[in-house]
């Protein structure tokens, strides 16, 4: 059951059990070998982002100074990124109540000093479908708008195991990560957060 639910932006808390977790972080490792994380640059100002990132799937999220968008190739190896695996996919049949499979996978690994500042998800073509978002290791300060910049917003704590269900009207909603609680979790070796999203791009 969800415990949260605001305008379809539904947490499912404790949704994979530590071997869940523990064969996604796996599957990843080895990805991230073929695909490495990098650090995007902020559009115009080029200023480097906190997060380092990597994507599966046909397309991939990037941004640097020319702006944020989807690609079908790696920035930096310039190779296509490797397929989501089925581990993920599963998750999505289970939640995302959308007849075809997660086309794009973002990898965000936040350190412990990472953060990601309020932004909505909006360089997708169709946004029938939801954003569907994998919390692993660390716990997350996750903040919760609304439609528009200024409006109120709320603070939820996204723990390792929990999976994030954006859809119907808080599918272009504000959000951002204020700060990574170090030390929380043991899921990942070297500490920090690991947050994966799953989308429909077109
Ligand atoms: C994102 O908005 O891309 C990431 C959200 C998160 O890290 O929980
Ligand atoms: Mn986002």
């Excluded at 994979?16 to 650090?39: G, H, N, W």
């Excluded at 690994?109 to 569907?132: C, L, Q, T």
Aim: hydrophobic letters at 35%; glycine letters at 10%.
């Amino acid at each position: 059951m969800p415990n949260l639910n605001i305008n379809n932006f539904r947490v499912l808390q404790g949704f994979l059990t530590r071997q869940e977790q523990a064969q996604i972080v796996a599957d990843i490792s080895k990805l991230v070998q073929k695909a490495p994380l990098y650090r995007p640059s902020m559009p115009r100002t080029g200023k480097p982002f906190s997060v380092r990132m990597s994507n599966l799937g046909k397309l991939g999220w990037v941004s640097d100074k020319t702006g944020y968008r989807y690609q079908k190739t790696h920035p930096e190896t310039g190779q296509e990124w490797p397929e989501i695996p089925d581990t993920l996919q599963a998750i999505w049949r289970a939640v995302a109540e959308f007849g075809q499979p997660a086309e794009a996978c973002l990898v965000n690994y936040y350190d412990i000093s990472a953060k990601m500042g309020m932004h909505r998800d909006e360089d997708e073509v169709n946004f029938s479908a939801p954003v569907v978002s994998i919390s692993l290791g660390d716990t997350a300060i996750f903040r919760m708008g609304g439609a528009t910049r200024k409006g109120p917003t709320q603070s939820v704590k996204l723990e390792s195991g929990d999976v994030v269900v954006i859809g119907g009207p808080a599918r272009l909603f504000y959000h951002g990560v204020d700060r990574i609680l170090g030390g929380s979790s043991n899921l990942l070796k070297g500490g920090g957060r690991l947050n994966l999203t799953l989308r429909r791009v077109g």
